[in-house]
């Protein structure tokens, strides 16, 4: 790999990733709170609805945890969220969606005792978004969303995930960003979120040539920047997205 390319990815990270950031990003939600299921489900929420112009983003997520109220964890664990209807929350998410997920929430901490332990139960990070597909499933009379995308099993290629990779990034990752509640998975485990523009910049610099943003993208891409960095690949996330266009400006 061109030097001048490694040059350009670190000097990015560091001129993207600070808490500037934080403001213009959906990881402003789960850093209001304070409780570790409330931080797990706050990111996990805000994460799902991550596609499309940032400002709408960020108005969709003030919507629903609105609706959430101050604890999201005391608002699955009480029930409120039978009360939904069926109001529009962010494009193709609504109202039943959510509750679809406090029930799959419900469910997951009843028998792992908090999400952290759902992944870590897994050696791969890809088999840990299946068990959770797999788990919200069962707390919904096997019903599968649309919003969990399915990773696919071994020999069959699957989803990017994006919208769950950047949540993982999020709770294992230190900051000034990313949180790092989560203490059992390392920051090596993760996969690079990919999204058009980070795609698109990855195979700008050849770091990318896959021409589907599938999970064999999301792995080729990975694996690539862990040449770079083998205990933390995914901060060139920060880079990859940082690049062209004003934070503001960006869609995901």
């Known amino acids: ?21 934080i403001a213009f990003d959906p990881v402003q939600f789960p850093r209001r709170f304070k409780k570790r299921e409330d931080i797990e489900i706050a990111a996990f929420l805000s994460a799902v609805i991550a596609w499309g112009r940032r400002d709408m983003i960020l108005r969709s997520a003030e919507k629903m945890f609105a609706l959430t109220g101050e604890s999201p964890w005391r608002y699955v664990k009480s029930g409120g969220y039978r009360n939904l209807e069926k109001g529009n929350i962010h494009r193709t998410f609504f109202e039943n969606d959510l509750k679809y997920f406090c029930r799959g929430f419900s469910h997951c901490y009843a028998k792992y005792g908090n999400l952290e332990k759902l ?10 978004i299946a068990l959770f597909r797999e788990e919200m499933a069962k707390a919904n009379s096997g019903r599968y969303s649309k919003h969990i995308s399915n990773p696919g099993t071994e020999g069959k290629n699957g989803s ?4 769950f990779n950047l949540a993982l990034r999020w709770l294992v990752r230190g900051g000034p960003v ?22 698109r910049t ?9 021409k589907s943003n599938d999970k064999k993208a999301v792995i080729e891409l990975t694996e690539k920047l862990r040449e770079l960095c083998p205990e933390d690949p995914v901060k060139y996330d920060f880079a990859l997205f940082g690049m062209g266009l004003p934070l503001s400006q960006k869609s995901l």
């Open 1 to 21: 790999m061109k030097l001048q390319i490694i040059r350009d990815l670190d000097l990015w990270y560091k001129k993207t990733c600070t808490p500037d950031f």
């Open 119 to 128: 992944f870590a139960s897994r050696p791969c990070l890809w088999d840990s």
């Open 160 to 163: 990017a995930c994006k919208r």
């Open 178 to 199: 990313d949180l790092g509640l989560w203490k059992s998975i390392k920051p090596s485990a993760l996969f690079i979120p990919l999204d058009v523009h980070v795609a």
């Open 202 to 210: 990855a195979r700008s610099l050849g770091l990318l040539t896959r």
